[in-house]
């Protein structure tokens, strides 16, 4: 009787944060599953009524939300992937000694502290094709001889965006995986120089195994936090040139915000989709964790 | 015992946090009996903003009715600021009254988020000094019978151009549309003979905002915003890709917004540009006599945008007749000598339409010319979402060349009227 008594507590302390999770996370995601089995468009609020399919429709044949996903994929794919390699390589610059190094690790967090806004006005200002600053080295340098509009032309604008979401990712890598090389116990590097291992050797064979949680973990967070991202590139082009940029969570979000929350949400959910593959794993190796 | 006791103290404190917001939530309402009203508006530079909050500071204290106005700045944002304001007015958040423009008028009253502003109008003695055909557009605006928004200035555009540089390149203000088309070859230029353009003959604007002046091309050659598929549409279309193809304007055009095509033309990088008398004042600081203006010319056609900016009141305004005292000070009291004189927006007050200040500026001149062709864009429920996002990329695609003029007209064709 006591055993049973005592075994409500738990449920009861974690009863407030549970209550909190539900309102904040699975209200409003089941409201967007209603929704996208809705014609939910606010501009038109009389015609607002369940409409079954029809907004999984009009998602699938609608070729700028597929070309959208093919953008997402570059813009995952490259942004990720450099952040990681950057990342990574910052990581193991300063996991060594030397002179100021805290200062440098400090600095170095700088533009995954800065507002992704800030980041995208910043960068937008950069690349400006009639004033930047990156035209003006490029000439100064020789590289060309006339300013390129970065974010003016399709070519050049989602490399452009990609190389600003790299520059604020970075950091947090380094930092991760900073903390990772740091729990490297010493004794392996050492046993490894008696035994004669190259740098490249100690690298893949103990730095990169040693660290293979941590990379998993960092990695398949940052996939979904970037496919998720708006801020930046709206902030730079609002998906333009000629939906140049636009991934899928730019247009999910014009969508929504042209008042059209049924078709916003049906795509979202085609999103969700696309994110389980990234967050089954991710969610799977936490409870294997645990 | 002690699990009980925190589970006890857990409770508690959730109670009392209760109570203590329901007493703030009374204390507030107790507050709301000095009328004090929320204004969001947006300002295009810095003066602007201080220029708001002065006449507010004015406002509130000359009107003699103890009403305190707040006004609260947010950007514009190639109209962005609509789309925010909606959504802070469905979540219950917003203000009492707005700065406004008139294509947000139906997505507002088809959520009867806006307030009737007819029994106010009928007794108020300040609206006889305001056009009626004023009145009229924004009853027309809102898709009811009623009137839920106050008239308080328009901007119409015109084209800046550079005496200076149109005599370097022997040419006249053009008076026609063929002769504006050509002015723009003529003054794009390579100053310094290095084989690259130094100058372009227009400021294109590419970005949102940009379909506007866009629209004057398409009735230069005939067409109308009626009917983006006519071969007179597809023809200014045609002539808009063919000044970018061309060369005749800056290769940002595609992204350049507001900001670019002022900030090119200050700069000299282009030699003309078409905008409102909302920036007349920055420009004359920049050049002083070396700019001036002229009204779009016309060709089979002839169009120009008409700016509208007016204020209105929500529903959910708890103090409406003290929120319409600041609509009617904007409208036609000391609010509409004072911003349009230092703005240089056209009045809705006749009588402020008389002062010198306004009979005598070029600028103003050229706004006035327009007046008898100027219009304004279909006010639809499609039409923000088509501003934002459908315009600037379809232009930017044809631009490119990635769809022709008529794939074009088309696809805005259908984006605007479904």
Redesign the interface.
Known sequence: MNTRKFAIYPYLLIAPALIFVILVVFVPVFNALLMSFQNYDLRRPSAIGFSGLKNYGSVLADPIFWSSIARTLLWVLFGVGFQFILGFALALILNQHFLMRGFVRSVSLIPWVTPGVLIGLMWRWIYDGNYGVLNDLLIKLGVCDEFIPFLAQKSTSLPAVIVTIIWQGIPFFSIMLLAGLQGIPSALYEAADIDGAKKYQKLFFITIPSLRNTIFVTTLLRIIWVANSVDVIFSMTEGGPAYATQTLSVYIFNKANSMNLGYASTMSVFLMILLSFVAVPYLRSMFKKH | MK?LT??LL?VFL?ISMTFAQGAKEDAVKAGSVGATITHWYWADNSKYSALMQEMVKDFNETNGKGITVVAEEYPWDGG?YS?NL?TAV?GGGGPDTASWKLTAT??FT??NLLANLDPFLKDWDGKAGIDQNLFDIMKEAGKTDNIHVMPWNTQILYVYYRPSMFKAAGIDVPKTYEDFLAAIKALTRDTDGDG?TDVYGFGMR???GGQEPWGSFIYGRGGSLADLTTKESVAGMQDFINIFENGYV???????GFS?II??FK?G?TAMTIHHTGSAIGMVETFGDDVSAFPFPAGKGQWTSMGDTENVMFESCKNKDAAFEWLAYLAAGKGQSTWNEATMNVPVSKAVQDQPIFQNNRFMKASMSSVSYAGIFPIL??T??WI??TW??TI??AL?G?ITAQQAMDILQKDLYR
């Open positions: 699990k925190i589970v857990l959730v962005k789309e909606f469905m139906p997505l088809a959520n690259k590419g970005a949102k800056p290769p940002t055009a595609p992204s350049d670019e900030a090119n700069s990088k429920d499609t923000t979402e934002s996002v600037p990329n930017a695609r490119f990635e």
